[in-house]
Every structure is written in C-alpha cells, then in structure tokens.
C-alpha cells in the first residue's frame, strides 16, 4: 500500500521559516499531483496548496499566497511545503495527499491517500 508521509514540523517564532517534507514510501501510483491541507484545533481541514504533475504549476490558498512555496524532487518521491514569514494563524496540523482526479485543486475530493500530518506550532 503507497503512503506519504510528513516531517519537518515543530515549533517556531512568528516571522520564521519552516520546510516540510511529502514523501511517498511503498511504491508509486498515479496521480495528477500533490496538495498541502492544514486543520487548526476546532476548525475543519482547509487547502493551503498544490503542485500540478503536467507543467509543474502550483495554486495557493490566498492566506499563505507569497509567503508559501511548493516544489518538487522527482528523483527523492518528495513534494516541499516551504514557509515564511510564519504567523500564529499557521498553527495546524498539516497534511499532504495525492490529486487522483482531474478536477479543481482547491476540491479535497479531488484527494486520496492522505498522510499522517505533521504539527506546526508559530509563537507570538
């Protein structure tokens, strides 16, 4: 069974950075691409971003626009969450998981085989 799985969390001073890893483990499957979810105590899970396979294109939740980058390591199986300039409103859960269908990259129906998460925390 393929699984991906999330690392790099941990805690963090607002204004700085974090770098988290997606990586796929058990084999490959097809997919369309990869996208960056995030759940906040108390609140549903919400779309940060994606990476589109095809061209390479990235979309962007406008909360995290310009300060959140996604790209790719083909070679390693590895999708990267890199975050700036980090807010308190970061605070979540973050999850990846695989764009199975072709449809809108917002759409988490659109999403399977999720990861475990891996926590943020961003003090004031």
């Known amino acids: 069974q393929v699984q991906l799985v999330e690392s790099g969390g941990g805690l963090v001073q607002a204004g700085g950075s974090l770098r988290l890893s997606c990586r796929a483990s058990?084999?490959?499957?097809?997919?369309?691409?990869r996208g960056w979810f995030r759940q906040a105590p108390g609140k549903e899970r919400e779309f940060v971003g994606s990476?589109?396979?095809?061209?390479?294109?990235?979309s962007y939740a406008d909360s995290v626009k310009g300060r959140f980058t996604i790209s790719r390591d083909s070679a390693a199986n590895t999708v990267y969450l890199q975050m700036n300039s980090l807010k308190p409103e970061d605070t979540a859960v973050y999850y990846c998981?695989?764009?199975?269908?072709?449809?809108?990259?917002?759409?988490?129906?659109?999403?399977?085989?999720w990861g475990q998460g891996t926590q943020v925390t961003v003090s004031s």
């Open positions: 058990g084999g490959t499957f097809p997919s369309y691409g």
């Open positions: 990476i589109s396979w095809s061209d390479g294109s990235t």
């Open positions: 998981a695989a764009r199975r269908r072709a449809g809108p990259t917002m759409v988490q129906n659109n999403y399977a085989n």
